[in-house]
């Protein structure tokens, strides 16, 4: 007995120590600021939030939402290119990720995510335009879709979620992680340099396409104050809501979908065949996010279905 009972006591010392060495303070704000805002960066208040969101062309507008532990600068590549082609770019830091940060009440709801969107259309003034998301930003567009069916034009879902495989073991391990209270707590406190490496490569089919620039951004945006207590925050609130059905959708639909997906199964394309006037895209050889790992693929995909 006193020989497991000292084992113990070594484990938490061991964990204790690992935790002291793992430790890792927050980025200050503004050096996130001078590093990743630039000119076309504007900052808007709501819900106790500095909201950052750049606006970029003229034309039609197109919104664009990135997922869970993402940023704006995901669509970066699609940015350029539906600018030259004379459409007007909305996009941001949702709540919880990125330069805007957490909410005060810790509320990652995805009817929140889809109100917060609305309001921040009618601040910036805009009532019609496409949307697209890409993972949780899929879901947060089609969820936006179905509850304003009269503002939202054209829909893209890009590896879209709102439905989860249950037999398939897919899914990144920070996701898994910080379902455990106890650890997202610990997560919350240490460097996340290995977990952000990991993540991005399990977005990724093709590694050889990850630029180190994008790595080091997504582990920067990681360590803003609160971010990574957020992040866990969302994750733990996957899958407790009653969403509206996809098949209410009336927007003609895109849906694009890596085939190689290790975060959402492609098999789940099948769900979001029920929206009436919708087309599926499978990228053979990609995986979660097509809109950073096939950009030029996947923007041309758009703006032949806009063009429709």
């Given amino acids: 007995m006193k020989t497991i009972f000292k084992m113990l006591i070594s484990i938490i010392l061991l964990l204790l120590v690992v935790f002291v060495i793992l430790q890792k303070s927050d980025i200050p704000l503004e050096a996130l600021k001078g590093k990743y805002c630039n000119d076309a960066s504007k900052f808007i208040e709501m819900d106790g939030m500095n909201v950052h969101y750049k606006i970029e062309g003229e034309g039609n507008p197109i919104v664009l939402i990135h997922g869970t532990g993402s940023v704006l600068q995901t669509w970066d590549e699609w940015t350029d290119s539906l600018v030259r082609h004379n459409y007007k770019v909305i996009r941001l830091d949702m709540p919880g990720f990125g330069i805007t940060g957490p909410r005060k009440d810790n509320d990652y709801s995805i009817k929140m995510y889809v109100n917060f969107l609305d309001k921040f259309m009618q601040k910036i003034g805009i009532d019609t335009f496409a949307l697209s998301g890409n993972s949780l930003g899929g879901e947060i567009a089609w969820c936006y879709a179905a509850t304003f069916p009269q503002k939202v034009k054209e829909l893209i879902l890009v590896d879209p979620s709102g439905f989860y495989a249950k037999d398939k073991k897919n899914g990144a391990i920070v996701f898994k992680l910080a379902r455990i209270k106890w650890m997202a707590a610990l997560m919350s406190k240490i460097d996340t340099k290995m977990i952000v490496e990991k993540t991005v490569k399990d977005v990724y089919e093709d590694d050889s396409k990850i630029k180190p620039s994008t790595v080091q951004m997504y582990y920067d945006m990681s360590l803003r104050a609160g971010n990574r207590a957020s992040f866990s925050a969302r994750v733990q609130q996957i899958g407790k809501e ?42 053979d050889g990609v995986g979660h996010s097509p809109q950073e790992e096939i950009p030029a693929k996947s923007v041309s995909d758009v703006l032949s279905f806009m063009k429709k």
Wanted: zero cysteines; glycine letters at 2%.
């Fill in 242 to 283: 009653v969403l509206p059905p996809v098949s209410t959708i009336q927007s003609p639909t895109l849906i694009m979908w890596g085939k190689q997906d290790k975060l959402i199964d492609i098999s789940m394309a099948e769900h979001f065949k029920a929206i009436p006037n919708s087309t599926l895209i499978v990228y």
